[in-house]
Every structure is written in structure tokens, then in C-alpha cells.
Nanobody
Framework: VQLQASGGGLVQAGGSLRLSCVAT????????MGWFRQAPGKEREFVGV????????DYAGSVKGRFTISRDNANNMVYLQMNSLQPEDTAVYYC????????????????WGQGTQVTVSS
């Protein structure tokens, strides 16, 4: 499956952005979908994950209550709604697909999108 993320940009602290990720090439529903991010000089870190049906989500503690993951299986889309953005949320955001189980580990993901830059100014 090929993944392409979009929707990043520059936003002021306290603002919102919605990232989108479209999947092509294979049936979308067998994949558990996750979002990760990587800030300059830091390792890639888990943001959140959503189950195949969309009925279950898990989030990193740093974004819980501010970020929401959703998916539209009919249109092969997964979204990351980001509210109350802070400068520390600045990073390249990646969507990823996992064929097996819900995981916060980047190493467990099988497919990755190219990333979209999110910059939050103070």
C-alpha cells in the first residue's frame, strides 16, 4: 500500500490543523493506521493509532485530549485532527500502516507515507 500525507503548514500556538493520509494500491481496511512525528535532531515518536474499524484509538500522552485520529474506510483515508497546537508539536508528521496489531513502535509499521511538515509558531 502507498501512503501520502498532506495538510501540514504553519500555524500559531493554540491553533488547529487537520492532516490527511490517503492509501492507494491495496485494500485499506486490513491495516491499522498510525501517526508518528519527527522533530529536527530527535527520533521519530508515536503520536496515535487507530484500529481497522476505527472503533479503538490510542494516543501518546503528550497529545491526548488535543489530537484525534479518525478514518474513512470507504475512501481509504485517515485523519489527524490537531487542536491547541504548541511549538513543541513542530515536526514532520508521518502516517504509517501496520498489518498485524496496534502498536506505538515505528518498527512495527510496514508502510510509511512521505511526511508533511507542521510548524507551530509561538
Amino acid at each position: 500500500v502507498q501512503l501520502q500525507a498532506s495538510g501540514g503548514g504553519l500555524v500559531q500556538a493554540g491553533g488547529s490543523l487537520r492532516l490527511s493520509c490517503v492509501a492507494t494500491g491495496r485494500t485499506f481496511t486490513p491495516y491499522i493506521m498510525g501517526w508518528f512525528r519527527q522533530a529536527p535532531g530527535k527520533e521519530r515518536e508515536f503520536v496515535g493509532v487507530i484500529s481497522r474499524s476505527g472503533g479503538r484509538t490510542d494516543y501518546a500522552g503528550s497529545v491526548k485530549g488535543r489530537f484525534t485520529i479518525s478514518r474513512d474506510n470507504a475512501n481509504n483515508m485517515v485523519y489527524l485532527q490537531m487542536n491547541s497546537l504548541q511549538p513543541e508539536d513542530t515536526a514532520v508528521y508521518y502516517c504509517a500502516a501496520n498489518q498485524e496489531f496496534m502498536s506505538a513502535r515505528a518498527a512495527d509499521c510496514h508502510y510509511w507515507g512521505q511526511g508533511t511538515q507542521v510548524t507551530v509558531s509561538s
